[in-house]
């Protein structure tokens, strides 16, 4: 299986998300986009039966934040992944510009796609996607500097708009993200929770190369 980190961000670093309404917007989208069917027409009101779906990836986690998000994916149909993010970004923007009464790109340019190859980014990557929240309250996380690690650990809890909270066993988007590839690596939720808690306090592994800026 092949892991692709996936980014993109607003024009101009622009927010692309102004309250909760757009974030459940954005992560309804991740849901309803990651089919084969999907149109950029397929709204709120969309109905779908168990078993129906045809997916294009599978997304193992994601990180949504004011002005960019972040995507751990692997493809299931040929193609899937640059499909998905047409449906995804296209949708979206669609559904943005119209509530917004805009014109004009939303997205700066292309997404961006980065196959995770080497074996710590491997490890680390679904740390580094969720810990992106932190840079909200607590930016010093990358360089190793958190020194209330309890104050960062609620932060991440607190922050709804990412795979974060199912991963550590709480529900809170379990249908958009596949998580077991993932957790036969990462292991018990115990085990997440403390690998956490290790890289925001070691510098050398919070400012690794992971980002795809």
């Given at each position: 299986?092949?892991?692709?980190?996936?980014?993109?961000?607003?024009?101009?670093?622009?927010?692309?998300?102004?309250?909760?309404?757009?974030?459940?917007?954005?992560?309804?989208?991740?849901?309803?986009?990651?089919?084969?069917?999907?149109?950029?027409?397929?709204?709120?009101?969309?109905?779908?039966?168990?078993?129906?779906?045809?997916?294009?990836?599978?997304?193992?986690?994601?990180?949504?934040?004011p002005n960019h998000y972040h995507l751990l994916l692997s493809s299931v149909a040929k193609d899937g992944i640059p499909q998905f993010m047409k449906k995804l970004n296209m949708g979206y923007s669609k559904y943005f510009n119209e509530k917004y009464e805009r014109s004009g790109a939303l997205w700066q340019g292309k997404y961006k796609k980065k196959l995770i190859e080497k074996d710590?980014?491997?490890?680390?990557?679904?740390?580094?996607?969720?810990?992106?929240?932190?840079?909200?309250?607590?930016?010093?996380?990358?360089?190793?500097?958190?020194?209330?690690?309890?104050?960062?650990?609620?932060r991440l809890r607190e922050y709804r708009w990412s795979s974060h909270l199912d991963y550590l066993g709480e529900p809170n988007f379990p249908s958009i993200t596949e998580r077991e590839f993932l957790a036969s690596i990462i292991g018990t939720r115990t085990r997440y929770k403390k690998e956490i808690e290790s890289i925001i306090s070691r510098s050398e592994i919070a400012s690794g190369s992971f980002a795809l800026e």
């Open positions: 299986m092949e892991l692709y980190h996936v980014l993109n961000r607003g024009v101009d670093k622009r927010t692309i998300v102004q309250n909760e309404e757009d974030r459940v917007r954005f992560i309804h989208d991740l849901f309803v986009m990651n089919d084969k069917n999907a149109t950029l027409h397929s709204g709120l009101a969309g109905r779908y039966i168990e078993g129906s779906r045809n997916l294009l990836v599978r997304i193992h986690a994601f990180c949504l934040m710590a980014h491997f490890l680390y990557i679904p740390y580094y996607i969720h810990l992106n929240a932190l840079d909200l309250s607590m930016p010093q996380w990358r360089e190793g500097k958190v020194k209330n690690i309890s104050k960062a650990l609620n």
